[in-house]
């Protein structure tokens, strides 16, 4: 798996463009504008259809979203980050062994403070 | 490792090669693929991150997303300096050259008339901003209300509602004039300009900025005339009292490729890719 080497310094400073352009104004752009071509990978469209309106709503405002009652996106776990699951599910792990580990330690006076 | 073929544009034969040092995505140097009177733009990504169980895993991953559409639109701004560039949605993939090839005959009446549509015209951004509510002021009012504070006078729970009410007035005032300067802003503006459109307001979760986003807009301007509108959008910024005014641009002129946006509205996009 290849990953697009980060640009440190973004893309405007070769080129002297667009220095004021923040990540939300370039995904506007590619994401939900320019020619639509179906390419050979026909999944793009319907994902990107999907992944636009998720991000038409963190990139639109928050406030009008919710004002339509649109929040299903805050229990949805494709918007947060990989790094804040993986973080979540190490802590369950953890948390896991450690109460297998204090129910072992324990097994006495468990039993006794059960009704 | 198989390489798929990316396409980042269509334009007319480019009076200038690319710049030599030029990245695309992965940083494959972009390549000029002609046919009849027009050229794509391409270069080569690996196949295991734009099939179609790749591509479906990284399109929910945020910092992938953010380096594949900066890598995008850094070749789309580059060829904005040497010609007037058509572009493709991000993630526009074929198996090879071939491929690409039919696409263009395909939809070669489509580009050729957007292309003389757009033909030495760029886009320009404009965004205001309000400044961020004085909440310091309100905590400090109500923490004088809640102490009883002898330096001044005690404000009732009555006294600090009605104050409260007043404050969010206040604010809906603000906003009020701030959405209106928006409306004249981009009435002016659009008078200066071919096209326009408005986008929906940024949040600042993703955009960073401070302030609400009360105006997202789009013009579209001939290069020519670029210096006049960007020396118009200067001056505004000076009437703006207490609203900040952005301007981020030339774009390729993304908000205005046409045939797309007609396809987009009527679901004919979606369609397409069954």
């Known amino acids: 798996m290849t990953t697009p080497a980060p640009r440190s310094s973004g893309f405007a400073d070769p080129y002297g463009h667009n220095s004021g352009a923040n990540l939300a104004d370039i995904l506007e752009r590619v994401l939900d504008k320019g020619v639509v071509i179906a390419g050979d990978i026909r999944i793009n469209l319907l994902d990107i259809e999907l992944l636009t309106i ?62 | 490792m198989t390489g798929l073929r990316y396409v980042y544009a269509v334009c007319r034969p480019l009076g200038a090669p690319l710049q030599a040092q030029l990245t695309g995505i992965g940083g494959a140097p972009p390549a000029l693929l002609a046919h009849r009177g027009l050229v ?16 479906k895993a990284h399109l929910e991953d945020l910092d992938w997303l953010a380096a594949t559409a900066r890598a ?48 030495g015209r ?36 009555r006294d600090y509602l009605r104050r409260r009410r007043a404050d969010t007035r206040a604010h809906e005032a603000d906003l009020q004039a701030a959405e209106s300067f928006a409306d004249a802003l981009h009435q002016r503006l659009g008078a200066h300009a071919e096209a326009s459109r ?12 401070r302030g609400r986003n009360v105006l997202n807009a789009a013009y579209l301007v001939p ?52």
């Not at chain 1, 190490?90 to 204090?102: G, Q, T, W």
């Not at chain 2, 493709?88 to 003389?116: I, K, P």
């Not at chain 2, 307001?201 to 955009?207: D, I, N, R, T, V």
């Open chain 2, 40 to 55: 794509a733009v391409v270069s080569t990504v690996p196949e295991a991150d734009f099939c179609e169980e790749g591509l």
């Open chain 1, 54 to 115: 998720k991000l038409r709503l963190i990139v639109a405002s928050v406030d009008k979203a919710k004002e339509m009652g649109i929040d299903w996106w805050e229990t949805d776990p494709a918007l947060s980050s990989r790094a804040r699951r993986d973080e979540l599910t190490r802590d369950n792990a953890e948390l896991r062994e450690r109460l297998a580990r204090l129910e072992e330690l324990e097994p006495g006076r468990a039993r006794k403070e059960a009704p």
């Open chain 2, 198 to 209: 408005l986008h929906p307001p940024q949040s600042a979760s993703l955009s960073g900025a």
């Open chain 2, 72 to 119: 995008h639109q850094g070749v789309i701004d580059a060829l904005t300096t040497v010609t007037t560039p058509l572009p493709l949605r991000l993630a526009t993939v074929f198996r090879d050259d071939s491929g690409v090839r039919s696409m263009m005959e395909a939809r070669e009446t489509d580009f050729l008339h957007a292309l003389d549509r757009l033909e």
């Open chain 2, 223 to 274: 290069r020519n005339r670029s210096e006049e509108f960007v020396e118009l959008v200067d001056r505004t910024k000076d009437e703006a009292g207490g609203l900040r005014v952005e301007l981020t641009g030339p774009w390729a002129a993304y908000s205005f490729s046409g045939f797309a946006e007609e396809d987009a509205r009527h679901g004919a996009s979606a369609g397409e890719g069954r």
């Open chain 2, 122 to 157: 760029v886009e320009w951004g404009v965004k205001v901003f309000t400044e961020p509510p004085p909440e310091p002021a309100t905590d400090e009012r109500a923490r004088t209300a809640a102490t009883g504070d002898k330096s001044d006078k005690p404000m009732s729970g």
